[in-house]
């Protein structure tokens, strides 16, 4: 580096390219971020538009885990939100995650977030898991992020090793080498675990975390949502998970019935208002005895809604006549539907036994209203829920 002498003062003239040096710095987290998913982070580019909570809705069911984020008590370390396919879990925590970044909470408490998505690359795998989430808290808490970096160039290798290494060499080694620890926990959001691909994978990982916890004590707090497949509620049954997780269903005691009309009133809205074809149709539209309707057959999941307003709006498309195949129904008009539940149904380990479910729903098809069991597909023809024990 020479020295060049101005008049009126003296500079040093630099030769390079600094941004390069100064990656070159950290060359161990620029490893680590090719080895990871950015693509499952809740506010990534991939994800956009991502599933939300509509505006005034699941009010009681946020209050609840907001509750529990502020509260820092030590008795519950996890927080299970879980309910059937379509409930709106995912919605529900990706409105946590834009909560808890936004101006108003400051990212305080917010540590990581990893959306499970079966099918999309990088986003199905445990694999990506704690890479992901170590590389977001790398840059979230103070000091975390050199420790990591130089984890990383010690051993540039560290992403593509197994889950358990990640964890241990990422996340716990880096926090046991952090002075001082952080005063308060971070909140990591794990969602659709039961999209990620393999039960034994799915149940590793909580047991990971829960040593990660229990074991090992790191500031952490997770927050995780998924279907109550019996293995996933079988792993929060044991009792080192059971006594220090929170749980809440998605069930009726939330009135999802109010949220969903809500929803369909205002989506609705938004249709005949984009729509100049529907400016001689009567208001309201559709009445509301066909809201009530659509509200029955939801019974309870928005993921129903949310098919029929896409469904009715669609581009180039009649709002009227939509909604007449809606109501039919025409199997057309739950493309989605289908392919979701067709795809619940292919994991299935024993397809035996769904050939003879559903044979037994379709030969009893006029008495489906006085069935009464849990778990929800959709009836193969109606398009209406079916509940399954």
């Known amino acids: 580096m020479a020295n060049v002498i101005i008049q009126g003062g003296t500079f040093n003239s630099a030769q390079g390219d600094f941004h390069i040096i100064n990656k070159d710095q950290e060359s161990g987290l620029q ?36 509750d529990w984020i502020h509260s820092e008590s030590l008795d519950s370390s996890f927080f299970w939100l879980y309910g059937p396919a379509g409930a709106g879990k995912t919605a529900i925590l990706q409105a ?28 199905g795998q445990g694999d ?6 170590a590389y977001q808290l790398a840059l979230k808490v103070t000091g975390l992020r050199q420790l990591v970096n ?16 990640q964890l241990q060499t990422l996340i716990v080694d880096a926090f046991h080498d952090l002075s001082p620890l952080p005063q308060r926990s971070y909140l990591v959001i794990i969602d659709g675990l039961d999209e990620c691909h393999g039960n034994v994978i799915q149940e590793s990982i909580l047991q ?35 006594t220090i997780t929170q749980r809440v269903v998605l069930d009726e005691s939330f009135n999802p019935e109010r949220d969903i009309r809500v929803f369909l009133r205002d989506g609705f809205a938004k249709i005949y208002a984009k729509n100049p074809i529907l400016s001689h149709v009567e208001q309201p539209w559709p009445r509301e005895g066909i809201i009530d309707l659509l509200v029955q057959r939801s019974s309870g999941q928005f993921i129903y809604a949310t098919t029929v ?26 493309s989605d539907l289908d392919q979701l539940y067709t795809q619940i149904l292919s ?13 037994f729903i379709i030969a009893v098809d006029e008495n489906l209203p006085l069935l009464s069991m849990r778990s929800t597909i959709y009836h193969p023809f109606h398009n209406v829920p079916i509940l399954l024990s």
Do not use: W
């Open 31 to 66: 490893n680590l971020k090719l080895g990871i998913s950015l693509g499952a982070i809740h506010n990534s580019a991939e994800r956009y538009p991502p599933p939300n909570c509509h505006p005034g809705t699941r009010r009681a069911v946020r209050q609840i885990i907001l």
């Open 96 to 123: 946590i995650a834009e909560l808890l970044c936004s101006p108003s909470e400051s990212g305080q408490n917010f540590g990581a977030s990893f959306f499970f998505s079966r099918g999309k690359k990088g986003q």
């Open 128 to 133: 990506f898991l704690f890479s992901t989430i």
């Open 150 to 165: 130089g984890i990383m160039e010690s051993d540039p290798t560290l992403h593509t090793k197994s889950m358990d290494v």
């Open 208 to 242: 990971l975390l829960c040593e990660a916890i229990t074991v090992h004590k790191l500031p952490l707090r997770f927050l995780i949502g998924s279907r109550p497949e019996s293995h996933i509620r079988h792993s929060f049954d044991q009792e080192s998970l059971y």
């Open 309 to 334: 307003l896409k469904f009715v709006g669609a581009d180039f498309c009649s709002p009227t006549k939509q909604l007449e195949l809606v109501l039919k129904p025409d199997p057309t008009a739950f």
């Open 347 to 359: 994991v299935y380990p024993s397809s035996v036994n769904i050939v003879q479910v559903l044979g």
